[in-house]
């Protein structure tokens, strides 16, 4: 496989190379076609899944905006709202507390004599890979009743949802901003000790500055991770905790209502705004590192 | 250093030895690295570690409700120690009258129905003995209302029921390996532990499948995955990067959004489906609420962590190893066979493990377009947890997947290492 076909290749190549390209070619369409069709499809004026005659002919009046309006409670329904509320508290706060507390122990696990790294590292990327369903059954178990005191319950309580999907982001934060440390010259810190500045100040002047690229995709990646997130929110909340996901899963599972297009257009819309930060973010620091521009 | 000195230990600055002082040095850098560690530790293990723990421990725990059986039956659990289920016979005066007193005990607690739902697990049936029996029980006088067990029977009938008395006896404990073995599609008789009959095994059956699908999606996603990241590693960077983007696309995007999609496309009056017909085809497939629905959704939501990993791998193989196999007269297939795929293995096996990993705890997916015979074992254990309320149960189901899971991440970090996870 070369990138080029050369000039002396033999028919038999040269159907290989088309062939294999019209493969791939197909792979890609599998990939992006069902997230693609559902923007148009979200555009539809009447409640079908499914392109209308009028919308083949591209004719204005097959289009509309109902799904948006109803999305945004123009049929009394604010349920799409409220939920999207819901979510838009409790994935920043489960960012937050993912990156602050992650980034931290990032450093601690990037010096170079930390006892029994492998081991703590593996332990902070398994919320990763348990399977959620069990993670969630834990979690309903030990939140219903902390320590075996139920005073401290925090099943069906914002906090407990915001702790819940932290757990779950911790291991992105650590996975990206460790990767970023490896490559950090730790000499820039001694440097900066050595012309008398204390720690806290080496850290937020020197270090933060350099590792910001690294800490910001681990901290888009705790975000949608919690704004993404289904299991958690059906068993450790409550009706009072109900985010965008579990109100999409709810309506997927019983009456699937048109809806849900709009909102997973403006969802596909999110993600391409973070895939775009991070893409940048990651070409940035390539930049810095003097690693070609990609 | 003195001349005077030569011969004793180095020595540093500050007249220590210089090997203690280095251990100081390096205690000190251990230390810090802890500290700057704990606070997430702790976080960790009080948020997810205590929780995985409180679930293992639900596995084994004979509780109704929050309260432990030998707490809420206190006389029954001494009584029906003596008892032999194997005698054929039902139990003597004094279980009744155990239970009797234990039953109004539980009665004002409002906890019978709880007590006959826990034992409702081990023998169908009993939770309506439980529920029948309260009110009366709660009105008897111990000391002068006897014989109870006529009491009991005049009730219900089911209270002479041998099989009954053997459920309870065997799961008067603290602790109970009733939901294990429920889990291993075993039971507990009169004579003993007995597997299930072969037909009625649902949760072997569950996970064979669940173990069987995950590897079928594993090996659809490598079989697309594998010449994609190809191309991508061999492609001009510049291009390779703007394709990746229709890789980390659908990695972004929310699972559940991309289970809608193809929700909505593979329905019978769908994208495809409609698209088939134009076709001139007359017979509509049926693309979901099947094993095949799960298949091509699964494949397409976890094919992005089989390229990426693939695609890392792929792209520090140098191009002049393959040109030179031919140029030493290998055929294409043999310099790719040969030369390029033993290469790539390490990719192979970090993409499929994860991938495996992945697909063995899916829940949403299978959920949403499985049906009934493209569920998983996670789907099972939610209904156990959220719809039949027997805790006990998920928890045990719960454990076994989390053992099979432990295990392929041991052997993950072993063959690829956890810290060289990479995303995107």
Redesign the interface.
Known sequence: MASKLPPYATTGQRIWFYTFRVLCGLVFFYLIFPILIIIPLSFNAENFFTFTPAMLRLDPEGYSLKHYQDFLGANGDYSWLQAFTNSLIIAPLATLLAVSLGTLAAIGLTQPHVPFRKQITALLISPMIVPLIITSAGMFFFYSRPFGYSELGLQGTFAGVVLAHAALGIPFVIITVTATLSSFDNSLTRAAANMGADPVTTFFRVQMPLILPGVISGGLFAFITSFDEVVVVLLVGSAGQKTLPWQMFIGLREQISPTILAVATILVVISIALLTTVELLRRRSERLRGMSPG | MSDATLDGPVLSADGKPLKQSLNLA?RR??I??????A???V??L??????????LM?SVQNTAG?DYIPDLMPNVVVAIEAWDPASGEAPPEDVYRAMAIDMATAFESKSHTQLGRRFNYEAPGISSLFRKSGRPASSWDIETDGPFKEKFLDIDSGWGNIEYWAAIKANSGYYTSSYFLAAFDAQRGVDGISMKEPDQRIYQKLMLRTLGLSLLITFCTLA??Y??A??LA?????TS?L?L??????F??????????????L?E???IN?FWIALGFTERLSLINNQLGVIIAMT?IL??FMILPLYSVMKTIP?SY?RAAKSLGAS?WTAFWRVYFPQTTAGIGAGALLVF?LA?????TP??VGGADGTFI?NR??FQ??VSGN?GL??AL?TL??VV?LIL?YVY?KLVG??N????
Request: charged letters at 10%.
């Open positions: 390096l850098q251990k810090r690295a802890l500290i700057l560690i606070p997430l530790l976080f960790v009080v948020t997810f570690v205590a929780p995985i723990g409180s679930m639900r929050t697309l995955g010449p994609v190809w191309l061999d492609l001009p960077l510049r990067n394709l983007i229709l890789v980390l696309l659908p972004w995007t929310s699972l559940l959004v991309r289970t809608s999609a193809w929700k909505i496309l329905q009056q769908g994208v409609n397409h094919l992005p191009p393959l294409n990993i063995v705890g899916y829940f949403i959920e949403l996670s254990i939610y947890f959220a805790w998920a928890a719960g997947m989390l899971v991440y970090d956890v810290d996870v990479k995303l995107g």
